[in-house]
């Protein structure tokens, strides 16, 4: 009896796997995404200070206009993206809010939207709230999964309106090139279609290149949707917010949806994201260093396993090893891992039918728990093989 969209938009396989684990704790979980910091000291200060001041009632639906001054600078420092605060900026309930709103403003049903698969989960399920018909394209193991604009070229249809680019990417940790995203801007101009550039990674990259936006590129703005969530890079996960830039046409739209929708994130996490934007940002920079060693680690511990094949991933904090020697389809062999390891995985199945004989891993844990994670895997998967 309920509505069609509730069959065509799946649960996430990861909270599947995540939710046969909950309360159990026995189990080594290398699943969900969630830095292992706590939120700095000075964002949290920031936030108790918005209560404490009053600042608890109903704000503008685009945020705070301070904030999203905070924002603008933020966007201009690290991203070379400007942006007027009152029209060209709008603060969503994550990254995610950001998201569901830049889909529902842009597709209408019908229209082809191009996306990496492997690819973050609610991207398909996105497009597919909006009626768009979503279009993977796959991001291959020998190009590090990176997502090219001649591969994204080959699906480009009459019908398509957008491409969600997701650089680092989650799952699979592929970052793309500077020149390859130019590459993409200009086939976006030529052939007219928006973009929504999911920037949630955005600090926690590992490759020589600076990085580049694709929303600062000439003739991008009034066709991007740039979204910068603060739940990764200052381990805000809980909090709810982001933001989004694009033109004010674009943020027009959106700022008049979330009315309907949310309204506005939650005051105190809005005062607390200002404080992040503007305040110290040394702590970005530790974790980056932390996540780096630990990525160095179990790339090595996991290519050191007979069967397991892996390039060290370019950016974001996970693994996504090529475990197609074992001739297992990998939601099998995340339950075998499961009962014989203790290890949680999670299957790239759930991540787009191109993720098929690989697995997630997510290095946000602490290094015991990588260590033994990977002790546990090299006496387990070998067996796999004899
Ligand atoms: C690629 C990507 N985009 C967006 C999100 C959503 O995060 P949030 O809504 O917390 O910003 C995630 C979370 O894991 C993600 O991996």
């Known amino acids: 009896m309920l ?10 396989e990861i909270r599947k796997i995540f939710n046969k684990i909950i309360g159990r704790t026995d189990v080594f979980d290398m699943t969900v995404g969630i830095p292992d910091f706590d939120t700095p000291e000075h964002i949290k200060e920031a936030a108790k200070k918005a209560l404490d001041d009053g600042f608890t009632r109903y704000t503008h639906n685009a ?3 301070d904030v999203r001054e905070a924002l603008a600078q933020k966007l201009k420092r690290d991203n070379n993206i400007e942006a007027n605060p009152e ?38 399920a996105h497009i597919k709230l909006a009626g768009g018909v979503p279009v993977p394209v796959q991001l291959k193991k020998e190009h590090r999964f990176g997502f090219l604009a001649e591969d994204i070229e080959s699906k480009i249809t009459s019908k398509t309106k957008m491409i969600v680019l997701n650089s680092p990417n989650n799952p699979t940790g592929g970052v793309i090139s500077n020149m390859e995203l130019k590459r993409i801007a200009e086939l976006c101009i030529e052939k007219d279609l928006y973009v929504i550039a999911d920037e949630a990674y955005e600090k926690f990259r590992y490759v020589e290149e600076d990085p580049l936006f694709i929303g600062s590129l000439p003739g991008m703005k009034e066709r991007t949707v740039s979204i910068f969530s603060l739940s990764k890079t200052y381990a805000m996960t809980g909090w709810r917010i982001a933001v989004a830039t694009g033109s004010s046409e674009l943020i027009g739209a959106m700022t008049k949806l979330q009315e309907h929708i949310i309204a ?4 105190i996490a809005q005062k607390a994201a200002a404080a992040a934007a503007i305040g110290p940002q040394d702590c970005i920079s530790e974790m980056l260093q932390t996540f780096r060693r630990r990525r160095d680690l179990i790339t090595k511990g996991l290519n050191d396993i007979e069967g397991v094949e892996l390039e060290p991933p370019g950016g974001a904090f996970y693994v996504f090893p090529d475990v197609s020697a074992y001739g297992i389809k990998s939601y099998d062999l995340v339950h075998k891992l499961l009962n014989e390891t203790k290890v949680v995985t999670v299957h790239g199945t759930a991540f787009g039918k191109y993720g098929e004989g690989f697995l ?6 602490s290094t015991e728990r990588i260590n033994e994670a990977l002790s546990r895997l090299d006496g387990y998967l070998p067996k796999l093989l004899h």
């Open 360 to 365: 997630r891993l997510c290095y946000a844990v």
């Open 87 to 124: 029209t060209e900026l709008i603060c969503t309930a994550g990254g995610m809010g950001a998201l569901v709103l830049a889909n529902m403003v842009i597709i209408n049903p019908r229209e082809e939207v191009i996306y990496p698969d492997p690819g973050f989960v609610s991207h398909y």
């Open 63 to 65: 945020g705070y206009i």
């Open 264 to 267: 506005m994130p939650t005051s």
């Open 3 to 12: 509505a069609e969209r509730n069959v065509d938009v799946p649960a996430s």
